[in-house]
């Protein structure tokens, strides 16, 4: 048994095509639009603009016999797109997040957010929980304004939480003794009974996976979970991503400011 801490790692984001770009561009006939150079713009840039440019026909003047002028800042695009809640066009962009050290009380939170994510998390049927690992949330750790009951108060908390997984972990050996796990030679027979096991693992164990989300969906996601009403832990983790997020596409994450430690959006429906 071991404590940890949450982990993300953002390790994929949607690659566009510039060469089937620059080609669709020319077929629908906005020959005068020019793609930025991929280090002047980020792929959430680049395809939040081209989608909401071809829903109004508005790369150049004249294209669309309505538009007569366009907006040439891709930062000032998006954030009217932010602004008036087109939310659709920001869909085309995936980011891909591997997150771990998290809890089954995480998961089974941040899993429900199934519109426009995608999940792939670790299976208790399949992987055996030897050594458990678990996070000691912030509000059983000592904080500097504690007051003396409360710091006696999280420090037996803390001791509880530690006997506990100690016999969860205890139990689950026991359990590999009973069945004489070790001589299983058949990986059915093995995942059969590890299956089994999982069912004494408390919720509070570490876990993992990999989360893709297209930025509207994420948007949504650090909306509802970086608020103060949050579980602590989503909240948390929450945080995290949408820092990463803020540095991969400020356009369509920099309106969002931290009060009071929490993090809120400028525009709340997208």
Known sequence: MHHVEPQIFLIAKTAPDSPEMRSWLDFIGADEFALPPQEAATVGQLLI??????????????????????????????????????????????????IENVSRVFTAEFNRHRAGM?????????????????????????????????????????????????????????????????????????????SLFRRIIGMGVATGGVWTGNLRALRHIFTMRCDPAAEEEICYVASMMLQRMMEAEPAVFGDFYQEDGYWKPKYWKI
């Not at 294209?63 to 000032?76: C, E, H, I, K, M």
């Not at 695009?77 to 995936?94: A, M, P, R, T, Y």
């Open 49 to 98: 603009t081209l989608a909401g440019k071809r829903c109004y026909m508005s790369f150049q003047p004249g294209l669309n016999p309505n538009v007569t002028r366009v907006r040439q800042d891709l930062t000032d695009f998006i954030d009217n797109i932010l602004k008036v809640g087109h939310g659709s066009v920001i869909e085309h962009v995936n980011y891909t997040f591997a």
């Open 118 to 194: 995608a999940v792939s998390e670790g299976s208790m049927r399949y992987i055996r929980y030897d050594d458990l690992a678990y996070w000691i949330p912030p509000s059983i750790q000592d904080g500097d304004d504690d007051t003396p009951e409360i710091r006696v108060a999280k420090e037996k908390t803390r001791a509880i939480f530690n006997r506990a997984f100690s016999q969860m972990e205890e139990n689950y050996q026991e359990l590999l003794a009973v069945w004489d796990y070790e001589s299983l030679q058949k990986f059915k027979d093995k995942k059969k009974l590890t």
